[in-house]
T-cell receptor, first 112, second 118 residues
Framework: DSGVTQTPKHLITATGQRVTLRCSPR?????VYWYQQSLDQGLQFLIQ???????AKGNILERFSAQQFPDLHSELNLSSLELGDSALYFC???????????FGNGTRLTVT | AQTVTQSQPEMSVQEAETVTLSCTYD???????LFWYKQPPSRQMILVIR??????QNATENRFSVNFQKAAKSFSLKISDSQLGDTAMYFC???????????????FGGGTRLMVKP
């Protein structure tokens, strides 16, 4: 068990809808990273937060947004969903140093 | 920007044999980390092994070892005495060393699907 909790495990929704994925980092970790794993794009970095502040941005679509709350949990919001957004979304945490990095078990999103 | 390439989409090996997975990367950074992650059918991301670029000695974790060639930008994974439980996707990943906590994201290769046959 990595100590990183992602909810829900599975999510099925329709095109055009909006969903929120939640991540609780490992106790004591300050950084949260979001990654997307899709058949088309492979595994790619979306965004990083550190202690509530955005620290780095990757290939995150404008329809996607994220935040990290004072209790350090993070939420990834995906809106105007398209079929191509179907993917496994991973959250990882670390900190105060970048390593070691701990991955959650992912949220599988299916857009129909 | 960094890129990571895994040129073998699929590989197979007989149980108890040895297999080597290839990875090359491109970067202008001098300080970085390299990783191999295993993703079994359960979809978890499991760290197999990690290498710091400043260390010349190749990392080893039990049956897993790497051949790190910094000049050639090559980072291969050797699995000895392969077991059925080693069947999984294997991802090579790069992280540049940043002071502080910004920009320490992983760049992944496309993965190699390894099948261990009984």
């Amino acid at each position: 068990d990595s100590g990183v909790t992602q909810t829900p495990k599975h999510l099925i929704t329709a095109t055009g809808q909006r969903v929120t994925l939640r991540c609780s980092p490992r106790s004591g970790d300050l950084s949260v990273y979001w990654y997307q794993q899709s058949l088309d794009q492979g595994l790619q970095f979306l965004i990083q937060y550190y202690n509530g502040e955005e620290r780095a941005k990757g290939n995150i679509l404008e329809r996607f947004s994220a935040q990290q709350f004072p209790d350090l949990h993070s939420e990834l919001n995906l809106s105007s969903l398209e079929l191509g957004d179907s993917a496994l979304y991973f959250c990882a945490s670390s900190g105060p140093k970048p390593l070691p990095l701990h991955f959650g078990n992912g949220t599988r999103l299916t857009v129909t | 920007a960094q890129t990571v390439t895994q040129s073998q989409p699929e590989m197979s090996v007989q149980e108890a044999e040895t297999v080597t997975l290839s990875c090359t990367y491109d970067t202008s950074e001098n300080n970085y980390y390299l990783f191999w992650y295993k993703q079994p059918p359960s979809r978890q991301m499991i760290l197999v092994i990690r290498q710091e670029a400043y260390k010349q000695q190749n990392a080893t974790e039990n049956r897993f070892s790497v051949n790190f060639q910094k000049a050639a930008k090559s980072f291969s994974l050797k699995i000895s005495d392969s077991q059925l439980g080693d069947t999984a996707m294997y991802f090579c990943a790069f992280m540049k060393h940043e002071e502080g906590n910004a920009g320490n994201m992983l760049t992944f290769g496309g993965g190699t699907r390894l099948m261990v046959k009984p």
